[in-house]
């Protein structure tokens, strides 16, 4: 039986095939690349098996890929839609209404417990309906300067997102709305700032927007509480979004395994 006060975590695994899953044959989509012999989902899954803020473990991913050693860690497997809201209704189905549950990208090569453990700390204590990670550049630069990122700017700082959500299944229904709008919009700040309305748009155009102002207004938009979990563990935000993305992903890796084992 599951520790009611471990969170149910989805990893999300659809998506078609795109530059990076065409750098390996049987790639069916990035999720499923090996990056220094293993996929990086599983490299995901490792993490989170290992990581004592997390029960259940369950994977979104393609239909054929239901049986792939690459998921062995789930506890179950529930199939992909061909969009993300379908994808995170299928992950969500049966699950309690105000539950807190982790969403987790599945190309996350560097995640660590320690990653992890801070974010679903900010998120429980933060009692929000939908928390989302953050990195602030100094302290991802710090480490891994030679990663890239869209960066927004904000009157406190500098930042880009995490590869973690946490919300409560009852939201989906509003989430689901401007979802599409919201992915489509992640990698452009300008056009994520429009979605929220002239005055927002107007305070980040001049860096004047404050991550509570955001905050607020996003809340506003959904109609739940949203509110944003500044993290300190920057491999929460190294994901694999380009092919190039692969072999720096290869050399961080290598150099970690490095760097244990001289420790």
């Not at 239901?66 to 969009?83: F, K, Q």
């Not at 320690?114 to 989302?132: P, R, V, W």
């Amino acid at each position: 039986m599951m520790d009611s006060n471990r969170l149910t975590t989805i990893v999300l695994a659809g998506g078609p095939a795109d530059e990076v899953s065409r750098l390996q044959a049987g790639a069916i989509n990035k999720a499923f690349v090996e990056v220094c012999g293993k996929a990086l989902v599983t490299r995901t899954l490792e993490a989170l098996r290992n990581a004592p803020s997390v029960g259940k473990l369950i994977v979104v991913a393609p239909e054929p890929m239901r049986d792939s050693p690459a998921l062995a860690l789930a506890d179950e497997v529930r199939p992909a839609g061909i969009h993300i809201r379908e994808s995170l209704a299928s992950g969500l189905g049966g699950l309690a209404p105000d539950e807190l549950v982790i969403l987790s990208a599945s190309d996350l090569p560097m995640l660590s417990v320690k990653c992890i453990e801070e974010f679903a700390s900010g998120a429980q204590q933060s009692g929000a309906d939908l928390a989302y990670a953050i990195l602030e550049r100094n302290t991802h630069e710090s480490r891994f300067p030679t990663v890239p990122h869209t960066w927004a700017r904000l009157r406190e700082g500098t930042f880009c997102g995490g590869g973690f959500v946490a919300l409560r299944p009852r939201i989906y229904p509003m989430l689901a709305r401007f979802i599409e709008r919201l992915g489509a919009a992640r990698k452009n700040p300008m056009h994520l700032a429009r979605l929220f309305g002239p005055s927002v748009l107007l305070k980040f155009a001049f860096h004047r927007l404050r991550i509570a102002q955001a905050e607020e207004r996003a809340s506003r938009a959904l109609g739940a509480s949203v509110r944003a979990i500044q993290c300190s563990f920057p491999e929460m935000a190294v994901n694999v979004d380009r092919a190039s993305d692969v072999a720096l992903a290869e050399r961080l890796l290598t150099n970690r395994s490095k760097d244990r084992s001289t420790a």
